[in-house]
């Protein structure tokens, strides 16, 4: 939240850090502060890319085909924990996890039903995973290729980002180290193989929702985004061949302004840098490319239908902040997944913005506001303060690595609760507005049984599969490991050998080792 908020905005605090004239540059053009393209929206709108998983494969193929049928325009995949964290379903630890809070995937099977009638050689899939994203892109390349489907025509993004997970998330597997590696070699091997595939989606969703303020967002983001680029320069790619397909995924919260003006100061520093410091030439590479999730932190179980209005109110900022891609959260998320009906109305929302709001004619819509335009002034300064104190500290890597990021969100958390407990800041039906009627609405539930079959299933996979070359495939893994080489290959062969999940996850923990958290106070 910005400490002061004036009444009204004048010329003279639009410029007080230099000509920040609207009409120079125009939008499409360098530094990208009022959008990556001329026309905006008029020639193409962002894709409406509902995020949506749930208990086995069948089960979230049955909502992937509803969505589809209902206008969404490409699908975006959530995992369960166990698959996020590399267990395999059957693993102790998965015990209760399956299906939860996403889809199981284990196995090359899996992912075979999960998209079982969905043409992803024409629908774009985005994958939220990032400690198994290796194998989940080969699990879903392999399953393309099976059924007649090249590499070289499958569009989406995996989020790749394990960078976040430690400040943020918590679903890492192996140290900073390693998990660099796979997402390199991740971005090297796609690259190649699945040329339309966006390598990585770069979050400060995962940082807001655990407490950031929109200036912590954007620095932190960037600078993961920032650590991104060295590595791969490191690892001997060319700053032009990666840098047009990385993206980045941003949360939209409930202050409409603000938010818009975030995402107007992350473009404008991320093209600064890229041409500047980078010294990328290709105007793509210039460009931050972003997907924006409605924030679920804002969402209250209290006076659930209220979820509608903040989502839409978030979704207008993303749309008049320039997203490239847009999910709307269901109203009953702070209670469960949600049902159909929740997730058709998130749907519709955007749906309404781009057909009936106007928004979408115009580029920029709010560009030359005095307040936007001071507020994007603004956040970029407090974004700058922090990549100070961050290159301070020895860059973004030893920063997450002694825990001073995690501590920078955790302070901001604490803050706006104490806020929140004063009646300083309103959450309406949770510190005013309250309503002791308690709305009851239907809420989506996790067939208990999905587990067992998908256990069942699993077991059964295992022992119709060719333990001959299944063995050599991961002992080529181990090998390629233990090497300096791109481990992707080893993990398509893997797969394509019907290896799961879990035992590419536990190949390479017995090389890598695992990353335990550090706790700040």
């Known amino acids: 939240m910005l400490e002061t908020v004036k009444a009204f905005y004048t010329e003279e605090d639009r410029r007080q850090d230099g000509d920040r004239s609207p009409d120079s540059p125009r939008p499409g053009?360098?530094?990208?502060?009022?959008?990556?393209?001329?026309?905006?929206?008029?020639?193409?709108?962002?894709?409406?890319?509902?995020?949506?998983?749930?208990?086995d494969a069948e089960e979230s193929n049955r909502r992937y085909h509803y969505l589809l049928e209902q206008g969404a325009r490409g699908l975006s995949v959530a995992f369960d924990l166990p698959t996020q964290t590399g267990y395999d379903s059957d693993a102790e630890l998965?015990?209760?996890?399956?299906?939860?809070?996403?889809?199981?995937?284990?196995?090359l099977e899996d992912m075979e039903r999960l998209f079982d009638g969905i043409p992803v050689g024409e629908v774009s899939t985005s994958m939220t995973i990032n400690a198994t994203a290796t194998t989940l892109l080969a699990m879903y390349a392999v399953a393309a290729r099976r059924r007649g489907i090249p590499m070289s025509a499958l569009a989406g993004t995996v989020q790749n980002d394990i960078l976040?997970?430690?400040?943020?998330?918590?679903?890492?597997?192996?140290?900073?180290?390693?998990?660099?590696?796979?997402?390199?070699?991740?971005?090297r091997w796609a690259g190649a193989q699945v040329p339309r595939w966006n390598t990585i989606s770069i979050s400060g969703y995962h940082m807001r929702e655990a407490g950031s303020t929109a200036a912590q967002e954007i620095a932190f983001t960037l600078a993961d985004g920032r650590a991104y680029v060295q590595a791969a320069l490191a690892a001997g790619m060319e700053i032009d061949a990666f840098a047009p397909r990385l993206s980045f995924f941003f949360?939209?919260?409930?202050?409409?302004?603000?938010?818009?003006?975030?995402?107007?100061?992350?473009?404008r520093i991320w093209a600064q840098w890229m041409r500047e410091e980078f010294h990328a030439q290709e105007p793509r590479s210039w460009m931050l490319r972003f997907h924006v999730q409605t924030a679920g932190s804002t969402l209250t179980a209290q006076q659930p239908e209220?979820?509608?209005?903040?989502?839409?109110?978030?979704?207008?900022?993303?749309?008049?902040g320039g997203a490239q891609s847009l999910h709307t959260n269901g109203y009953d998320e702070a209670l469960a997944l949600p049902t159909e009906t929740s997730a058709r109305i998130a749907l519709?929302?955007?749906?309404?913005?781009?057909?009936?709001?106007?928004?979408a004619e115009i580029a920029d819509p709010l560009g030359g506001s005095y307040a936007v335009e001071a507020i994007t002034d603004w956040l970029e300064a407090e974004a700058r303060a922090l990549f100070a104190q961050i290159e301070a500290r020895g860059g973004m890597l030893r920063a997450v690595a002694t825990g001073w990021v995690q501590q920078q969100i955790q302070q901001a958390a604490s803050l706006w609760q104490r806020r929140v407990d004063a009646r300083e800041a309103i959450v309406v039906g949770v510190n005013r507005f309250e309503d002791a009627d308690k709305t009851k609405i239907p809420l989506q539930r996790i067939d208990p049984e999905i587990e067992r079959r998908q256990v069942e299933r699993l077991r059964a996979y295992r022992l119709?599969?060719?333990?001959?070359?299944?063995?050599?495939?991961?002992?080529?893994?181990?090998?390629a490991a233990r090497s300096d080489g791109n481990l992707m290959e080893a993990?398509?062969?893997?797969?394509?050998?019907?290896?799961?999940?879990?035992?590419?996850?536990?190949?390479?923990?017995?090389?890598?080792?695992?990353?335990?958290?550090?706790?700040?106070?």
């Open 164 to 187: 976040k997970e430690y400040i943020a998330r918590g679903t890492y597997i192996y140290p900073v180290e390693p998990s660099l590696r796979l997402t390199t070699d991740l971005m």
């Open 491 to 521: 993990i398509v062969e893997a797969v394509d050998a019907e290896a799961t999940v879990g035992e590419i996850a536990d190949i390479l923990r017995a090389v890598f080792g695992e990353y335990r958290e550090i706790v700040t106070v």
């Open 29 to 55: 053009e360098y530094p990208f502060t009022r959008g990556l393209y001329a026309e905006g929206y008029r020639s193409r709108l962002w894709t409406m890319r509902q995020y949506a998983g749930m208990g």
């Open 251 to 267: 949360n939209a919260h409930s202050n409409l302004l603000e938010e818009v003006a975030k995402f107007r100061a992350a473009r």
């Open 94 to 107: 998965a015990m209760g996890e399956v299906g939860r809070v996403g889809v199981a995937i284990s196995s």
């Open 348 to 359: 519709r929302t955007q749906q309404i913005i781009a057909y009936e709001s106007g928004v």
């Open 464 to 479: 119709r599969r060719n333990s001959t070359s299944w063995r050599t495939a991961l002992d080529r893994l181990r090998d």
């Open 306 to 320: 209220n979820n509608i209005v903040r989502t839409a109110l978030e979704a207008l900022a993303a749309v008049m």
